[in-house]
């Protein structure tokens, strides 16, 4: 057994660096462990940007907060926080008519009706105007009515509504920092010029261009995509996804609400003619972006694209050109370094996992936490650990371009026509003839069947390519059985949906503010959603007369 470990050094900033330092900090120093005086160090460069987009999260979130011992309050405030019920996707998928099927992916899980998987069920009788997420998930109704998850003045989470948050990263990475440094965190504010290594080619040490000398025993590389220390300087390879993803660019810019009183409670995701549009509406502005591949656009016709999508409220936006490195590093944990965030890889953000895997990187690594010696099983467990969620995410967001059937532009053909991981393919090939299940996922820590089952049928694949007769075949899948399902879950949706509060409301309530309090200084048109009608109230009716349609 060597020495144990007692000083930590990160070396980057941002999200990725200050949330690895807070998680870090509040894990390593509870009662009991043996690390639990170790010290935390984080040295940043203060002439570096960080690359700020991160801002939609995945079920999590919460977790992740108490973890750290970020109060509720505090975060929304700070944070400008909102809730996120989902992500609504347009325009990915046409159907047999060329017109674009739009979808809900919520949180709320599949259920299972007779020990069969609702989605069996839907395949074999449907549910007449209603969308596949709206014979189980309240996600649809709520965000057509501007709700949020909670009833008003409630105190815990409400069990009938899956959730995440949108925020503002610049704002979630100040308050971690300032967090940090008030709980004893060490602060070095500089660049880093040069970095030690020992003769097994360790890092001995950074040289800090004001500090000097500045040893370090496990250091975690939190340098983005330049992977100052893991890629440039001990040499692991960096494995690209652009085989299997074309995007390799966005487009990304901050602007106003245009009808405050109306705040979304989902993530959007708009498919353009050469990627897709985020849209990620926060309390007080919107975050939206253009993902794109740099072989079907140049940066000035995304930009002219993206652009035009925006419309009116393009006005006065000028955005910021991020090019994005697409994969992994092979081994996320190489000697005594530890990449963490960008630099041990990135994906696309079309299903907001960004901070979702710098919060599992830091479990596993204080599950698999070293003394000085450095055990070699420790580090390959982690390292296996990662190369495999990394491999999950890919797999995910690839599914969404494989079952694309949009042809109006080459982009679209090619995004599809682009070669699947061995692991995707051999599902894609099974579910033509069942539904995704539990023993298809041979690593799924971030995915469920569930979620999979959401973009198939979300997607309409059974319709518009797959066939359903083959899925439901063997089946004993009684109409009856579906119908009292129907009319329990949709009398469910609407007590939620009456009983929850407005978003905003909500929102102004958890930050402890005036609702009267005017939120924003402007008047200008309403415009609900580019490209959209405006969401609309949910009708309490009949099942066979509810308005259905998404928006």
Partial sequence: MGEPITEITIVGGGTAGWLTASLLQSILTRPGRADKDVRITLVESPNVPTVGVGEATVPGMPRTLKNIGIPEAEFFKTCNTSFKLGVLFRNWNVDNDGAPVDYVNPFNPVPRVEGIDAGYFMLRHGAGALDFVQTYSAAVDLARAHKGPRVLGAKENDPRVGFAYHLDAGKFAHMLRDTCIARGVTHILEDVVDVEQDDRGYIAALNLKESGRHPVQLVIDCTGFRGVIINQILKEPFVSYSRYLANDRALAVQIPHREPSKLPSVTQSTALGAGWVWRVPLFHRIGTGYVFSSAHRTDEQAMDEFMAHLGEEAEGAEPRVIPMRVGRTE?????????????????????????????????????????????????????????????????????????????????????????????LAENLELWKHTLPGPYDLEFASLFSPGVYQTVLLGKRVYETGYGSAEVTRNLPLRQEVWGRHLQAARTAIRKSVSEMADHRTLLTQLRGEDRAAPVFPMAQPTVAMPGAAPLKAPQIAPLEKEDASLL
Wanted: charged content about 25%; overall charge negative.
């Fill in 331 to 423: 081994r996320a944990w190489v000697k005594n370094c530890i990449a963490v965030g960008l630099s041990g890889g990135f994906i696309e953000p079309l299903e907001s996992t960004a901070i979702h895997m710098i919060d599992t990187a830091v479990r596993w690594l204080t599950t698999y936490f070293p003394d000085q010696d450095f055990a070699d099983p420790l580090r390959d467990r982690y390292n296996k650990l990662s190369a495999a969620l990394y491999d999950e995410v890919r797999d995910f967001i690839c599914l969404h371009y494989a079952l694309g059937n949009r042809s109006d532009d080459p982009y679209w053909i090619d995004a599809r026509n682009l070669e699947v991981p061995d692991s």
